[in-house]
Nanobody, 116 residues
């Protein structure tokens, strides 16, 4: 059974930092991993992607502030978020698509709240 478990969300003041973690189980360590977020009343949006080889891509809104990384031995993906803004407030979800099962997998989400 594939599971993605996020942690690290919380309340932070604008300008602050948080690091989110996503630990996977029941899945290969060589899948591409993504972080998405969904603000209240908004659509879920892609924030950052990291391939199995470590290539990264970011949404324009977070470039230069967020960094995605991974530790394949621990099957854990991280999202370091710096210079946080109130508009970064959202539930952040870990996601992957596994070719082996042809399915999408999502974590339960972790809430990030940035106060002004």
């Amino acid at each position: 059974q594939v599971q993605l478990v996020e942690s690290g969300g919380g309340l932070v003041q604008a300008g602050g930092a948080l690091r989110l973690s996503c630990t996977a189980s029941g899945i290969s360590s060589t899948v591409d991993m993504d972080w998405y977020r969904q603000a209240p009343g908004e659509r879920r949006e892609l924030v950052a992607t990291i391939t199995s080889r470590g290539f990264t891509n970011y949404a324009d809104s977070v470039k230069g502030r967020f960094t995605i990384s991974r530790d394949n031995a621990k099957k854990t993906t991280y999202l370091q978020m710096n210079s946080l803004k109130p508009e970064d407030t959202a539930v952040y979800f870990c996601h992957t698509y596994w070719i082996f099962t042809a399915r999408d997998y999502w974590g339960q989400g972790t809430l990030v709240t940035v106060s002004s």
